[in-house]
């Protein structure tokens, strides 16, 4: 059967992607950003998943006005990179895994999950910088990828208890599918930030180092956390942080911490990043 | 009244991208997305106004986009992910297109940000004041 071996939270800052593909991570501007990232690379290099189910949210590059899905599920073999308007990341095609992806769907749709299904998608930074960051710039990702795109940019996004609830259901998914997989699940964004209007800039440092010990610790109390709340205390785009309790709840109740990392500034944001293991593995 | 969303307006300079705004900004949006393509890039800079006229916008959202007024563009409907598509065009990163936002400098905003970014005190909420 398969098991979730691993859960992995990281911001994914589209200026962190260019610094790879620039070939700026030694400059000492980024240093810090990317020394956080050594030790994951190491873990990464002998726990390597069979596939990764990635949550993400899209940045207008797949979803259009037209088309705003809470929670869209990558069923497809392969995902290309997206031209976010400076042309694609030069990184590779993310290889899908559209058996248990199709598995997934049953599986979450009929747990009362009504996911969006797709079968074409081209993947921005929040999915593609995560993986650099742990993978550096390989030929061929290591690993397949289930894409799990969340919204987390039209209002209303979904609750923080949702996002644990669908995490749960990916765990009781992944645990049954019907083959001998380790499956990692990894939630992307955040962590504090800001990237619009007067307030831009807005970072909070206190409110980030309490959001790693509340995921960890008590993800059923962090799930009642408001959006008005998120908005607050972690800024407009800090609300991708609503998505991390996706991975927690995949987790199970209890979590070992493996690794923390947590830096200011990345480009606009605060930088967080957490590997975790579940109790049971 | 909706509280949900009246709420969201104590935050002190920020617009949130609610399903009202999403609808304000449709069209703006949409023109941010042509973006994405090389040949419309090639388009817009080889004419703003000719490109935008193809648009269904109001005259306000051009005159927004023409200006990069990027208040004004929230202000109207859009959204900075939609309009990362216009900086992007103008080979600006988030940061330096994100900045012009604040009333600072470029360079005054990358101190800020070194220095730890913008402290939460003084912008949580307008009624608090704090």
Same mark, same amino acid.
């Given at each position: 059967?398969?098991?979730? #071996?691993?859960?992995?939270?990281?911001?994914?800052?589209?200026?962190?992607?260019?610094?790879?593909?620039?070939?700026?991570?030694?400059?000492?501007?980024?240093?810090?950003?990317?020394?956080?990232?050594?030790?994951?690379?190491?873990?990464?290099?002998?726990?390597?998943?069979?596939?990764?189910?990635?949550?993400?949210?899209?940045?207008?590059?797949?979803?259009?006005?037209?088309?705003?899905?809470?929670?869209?599920?990558?069923?497809?073999?392969?995902?290309?990179?997206?031209?976010?308007?400076?042309?694609?990341?030069?990184?590779?095609?993310?290889?899908?895994?559209?058996?248990?992806?199709?598995?997934?769907?049953?599986?979450?749709?009929?747990?009362?999950?009504?996911?969006?299904?797709?079968?074409?998608?081209?993947?921005?930074?929040?999915? #593609?910088?995560?993986?650099?960051?742990?993978?550096? +710039?390989?030929?061929?990702?290591?690993? !397949?990828?289930?894409?799990?795109?969340?919204?987390?940019?039209?209002?209303?996004?979904? #609750?923080?208890?949702?996002?644990?609830?669908?995490?749960?259901?990916?765990?009781?998914?992944?645990?049954?599918?019907?083959?001998?997989?380790?499956?990692?699940?990894?939630?992307?964004?955040?962590?504090?930030? +800001?990237?619009?209007?007067?307030?831009?800039?807005?970072?909070?440092?206190?409110?980030?180092?309490?959001?790693?010990?509340?995921?960890?610790?008590?993800?059923?109390?962090?799930?009642?956390?408001?959006?008005?709340?998120?908005?607050?205390?972690?800024?407009?785009?800090?609300?991708?942080?609503?998505?991390?309790?996706?991975?927690?709840?995949?987790?199970?109740?209890?979590?070992?911490?493996?690794? !923390?990392?947590?830096?200011?500034?990345?480009?606009?944001?605060?930088?967080?990043?957490?590997?975790?293991?579940?109790?049971? +593995? | 009244?909706?509280?949900?969303?009246?709420?969201?307006?104590?935050?002190?300079?920020?617009?949130?991208?609610?399903?009202?705004?999403?609808?304000?900004?449709?069209?703006?949006?949409?023109?941010?997305?042509?973006?994405?393509?090389?040949?419309?890039?090639?388009?817009?800079?080889?004419?703003?106004?000719?490109?935008?006229?193809?648009?269904?916008?109001?005259?306000?959202?051009?005159?927004?986009?023409?200006?990069?007024?990027?208040?004004?563009?929230?202000?109207?409907? /859009?959204?900075?992910?939609?309009?990362?598509?216009?900086?992007?065009?103008?080979?600006?990163?988030?940061?330096?297109?994100?900045?012009?936002?604040?009333?600072?400098?470029?360079?005054?905003?990358?101190?800020?940000?070194?220095?730890? /970014?913008?402290?939460?005190?003084?912008?949580?909420?307008?009624?608090?004041?704090?």
């Amino acid at each position: 059967m398969a098991r979730i #071996t691993a859960g992995l939270t990281t911001s994914h800052i589209p200026a962190v992607g260019a610094a790879i593909d620039l070939g700026k991570t030694e400059e000492p501007y980024w240093q810090p950003v990317f020394d956080g990232y050594d030790w994951t690379k190491k873990w990464a290099a002998v726990n390597p998943p069979d596939v990764v189910i990635l949550t993400y949210n899209d940045h207008a590059s797949a979803f259009t006005p037209d088309v705003v899905p809470t929670f869209a599920l990558g069923c497809a073999d392969e995902f290309p990179p997206a031209d976010e308007g400076y042309g694609p990341r030069p990184v590779p095609v993310v290889q899908g895994h559209s058996d248990l992806a199709a598995h997934l769907a049953e599986s979450l749709i009929l747990d009362e999950f009504d996911l969006t299904l797709m079968y074409e998608l081209q993947v921005d930074h929040g999915l #593609t910088v995560p993986l650099s960051l742990v993978y550096g +710039q390989p030929e061929q990702w290591p690993t !397949r990828v289930i894409p799990l795109a969340v919204n987390v940019v039209q209002y209303p996004v979904p #609750t923080g208890n949702r996002c644990l609830n669908l995490g749960k259901a990916i765990r009781r998914a992944v645990q049954s599918f019907d083959e001998d997989l380790s499956v990692q699940v990894w939630s992307t964004g955040g962590m504090s930030h +800001q990237l619009q209007g007067p307030r831009a800039g807005f970072i909070n440092k206190p409110f980030d180092n309490a959001f790693f010990d509340r995921l960890i610790k008590d993800p059923e109390d962090l799930a009642r956390l408001s959006h008005f709340e998120y908005l607050r205390e972690a800024g407009s785009e800090g609300i991708e942080l609503v998505a991390w309790l996706i991975m927690r709840g995949a987790l199970g109740p209890d979590v070992e911490e493996l690794h !923390r990392h947590y830096h200011v500034p990345g480009s606009n944001t605060a930088v967080g990043h957490l590997v975790l293991r579940p109790a049971d +593995q | 009244m909706n509280t949900y969303t009246a709420q969201f307006d104590d935050i002190p300079g920020t617009r949130v991208f609610t399903a009202k705004r999403a609808k304000q900004g449709y069209e703006l949006n949409k023109f941010c997305m042509s973006l994405m393509k090389a040949e419309n890039r090639e388009r817009f800079k080889a004419g703003e106004r000719t490109y935008l006229d193809e648009w269904p916008m109001s005259e306000e959202q051009k005159q927004a986009v023409l200006a990069r007024d990027y208040n004004a563009m929230l202000d109207l409907g /859009g959204n900075i992910y939609f309009l990362a598509k216009v900086f992007a065009t103008d080979g600006l990163s988030y940061l330096q297109a994100v900045s012009t936002m604040t009333g600072m400098s470029v360079e005054d905003y990358q101190q800020m940000m070194l220095s730890g /970014g913008r402290s939460p005190e003084g912008w949580r909420s307008i009624k608090d004041g704090n």
